[in-house]
């Protein structure tokens, strides 16, 4: 990890604003106060459709693909051995720290549970080796080859090869079902093994293994990281903010047109990171990058977006802060009415819920829980800690 005492002043803002906008949604919704008494819009879609939470993970990763051809491009886009290795280091960094969480959590919850330090530490044979931060790594790991490699007038059919594919296997593996008869599933049984996969219930309620960041379906998100790699290209040659914005609303509209029509045939499903889901949230994160620019850097109303720059210029060690933080408040118990429980369900079912209501109650939690790691960027802001991963 590298820390910059200086922020470079050519960045757009509204690109920060929209990075921590994004992270401050994926803390919010991944941090309730009970998970049984979410509001509908903080909710993923239980299967096919698209809500508000669905928006947040992959407007993250449209970011990084913008921000991928701005890093690259101060390497003439050559593919050096120094750039190339550099591409590497990443990748495998942001991923080991995925796994770190995941091992964390199952360790902080053994503890919790009794047992003894070697045994809470020893739980590699349920470890889930996928997850967030590791489709994060390999998304921009081989979407930032693939621009090194690939000519830029190429990219575009570099997407189109990889959604039409990906459709099609969707289409003749019986994708689109949500089942262990899933070839998602299949796949990632057969590679991964069971017990290192993410479980989720059927139609009917049954446990199955069918991972939401599952190999297969990373596949997808490499040509969403080169679908914001592409709208990088188009702010940095166009430097008029005006046709920035144009040009954005433009094409974010025909993907997002493209994708909600097709969904008829290929249906938006985040959980499979459908052809149809990429192309939606895409054409939608250009769309709302365009009106922060129009909002932000043409019209200099930046006050209310303040509070989003803690999280936008130290996204990923926010987002971390906050994985470690939650497995702390969910397991480590205190005193309360002569038992014990939990920070997070005292602060919940204690302080909020009692006079909030459940689900109110559920939300107070969730925002308390984004300002305390709001309050750990804002220091790392205030420090001008700029700490990249």
């Given amino acids: 990890m590298n820390t910059l005492s200086t922020q470079q002043s050519s960045r757009l803002l509204s690109l920060d604003i929209l990075r921590g906008i994004t992270i401050a949604g994926m803390i919010l919704v991944n941090n309730p106060g009970s998970w049984s008494s979410v509001y509908a819009p903080l909710r993923h879609a239980d299967w096919h459709g698209l809500t508000p939470t ?26 050096s051995q120094k750039v190339v290795w550099k591409i590497i280091r990443r990748t495998v960094l942001i991923f080991v720290i995925g796994l770190a969480l995941g091992w ?75 089942s262990e008869s899933n070839i998602i599933s299949i796949i990632d049984k057969a590679v991964l093994g069971i017990n290192h996969m993410y479980k989720d219930t059927d139609a009917a309620g049954n446990r199955i293994a069918l991972d939401p960041e599952g190999l297969l379906s990373t596949l997808p998100s490499i040509a969403h990281v080169l679908i914001g790699f592409l709208f990088g290209k188009l702010i940095v040659e166009n430097k008029d903010n005006h046709i920035r914005v144009e040009k954005l609303l433009i094409w974010g509209t025909i993907l997002a047109f493209a994708g909600l029509l097709l969904q008829y045939g290929c249906p938006i499903n985040k959980k499979i990171w459908s052809s149809t889901f990429v192309l939606t949230t895409t054409g939608f994160a250009a769309q709302l990058l365009g009106l922060l620019i129009w909002i932000i850097d043409i019209n200099g109303k930046q006050k209310w977006s303040r509070f989003f720059h803690a999280f936008g210029v130290n996204p990923l060690i926010v987002y ?3 994985g470690v933080l939650a497995n702390l408040f969910g397991s480590i118990n205190i005193p309360y009415a002569g038992e014990s429980i939990s920070i997070k369900g005292y602060i919940y079912s204690v302080l909020l819920q009692p006079w909030a209501g459940n689900h109110f109650g559920s939300l107070l939690y969730a925002l308390i829980f984004v300002t305390i790691c709001w309050a750990f960027g804002y220091i790392l802001y205030k420090k001008n800690i700029y700490i990249k991963i």
């Fill in 54 to 79: 669905d928006l947040a993970f992959p407007f993250f990763m449209f970011i990084m693909g913008v921000s991928t051809f701005m890093s690259l491009r101060k390497f003439n886009f050559d593919p």
């Fill in 104 to 178: 964390l959590g199952q360790f902080i919850r053994g503890l919790a549970n009794g047992e003894n330090l070697e045994q809470a530490a020893m739980h590699f044979d349920t470890l889930r080796i996928l997850g967030v931060l590791q489709r994060l790594a390999l998304a921009y790991g081989f979407a930032a080859l693939i621009a090194l490699i690939v000519k830029h007038k190429h990219l575009v059919w570099v997407i189109v090869a990889i959604l039409v594919g990906y459709f099609l296997i969707l289409a003749f593996g019986n994708g689109f079902e949500k």
């Fill in 320 to 322: 971390v802060f906050a």
